[in-house]
């Protein structure tokens, strides 16, 4: 049974793991939560991740997107690019922010919003091929 909240789309706790699902689908690397509920009035959520390629960041980008809008969720918007190495997607209550590893180090997110509570860290190792 789905809950829905507020539009008819996903109840938070259900649109934060499918966001978090998606992003581990495509394979991103340290997914972090941050709950920045009791911070700031921007988002509820952020969503921290990273990838390892312009392309591999585009993926992690659109499955997310594409995830909500399955559900829905037509408030969805993209900020930044690839190319820049930090994307920022805008789901009104979730900001999922997937960067290349250099971005996510020189900008600080976690540190930045250090006093929030790490709700979930998902951890999935990047992929080597055994030649």
């Known amino acids: 049974m789905t809950r829905e909240g507020k539009n008819g789309i996903l109840n938070i706790a259900d649109k934060l793991e499918h966001v978090t699902s998606a992003c581990e689908e495509r394979k991103a690397n340290e997914i972090i939560v941050l709950d920045v509920r009791e911070l700031t009035l921007i988002a509820d959520y952020f969503v921290i991740c990273n990838g390892n390629s312009r392309v591999h960041i585009d993926a992690i980008v659109e499955h997310v997107v594409q995830t909500l809008k399955g559900l829905g969720d037509k ?12 994307v920022l997607i805008d789901c009104g209550d979730i900001l999922v922010n997937v960067f290349d590893p250099p971005q996510r180090d020189y900008y600080g997110l976690e540190r930045l919003w250090g ?3 790490e709700s979930e860290v998902i951890s999935s190792p990047p992929e080597h091929s055994s030649s």
Do not use: F, K, L, Q
């Not at 969805?76 to 190495?85: A, F």
């Open 75 to 86: 408030t969805v918007r993209v900020e930044g690019s690839s190319s820049t190495g930090w």
């Open 115 to 117: 006093d929030a509570e």
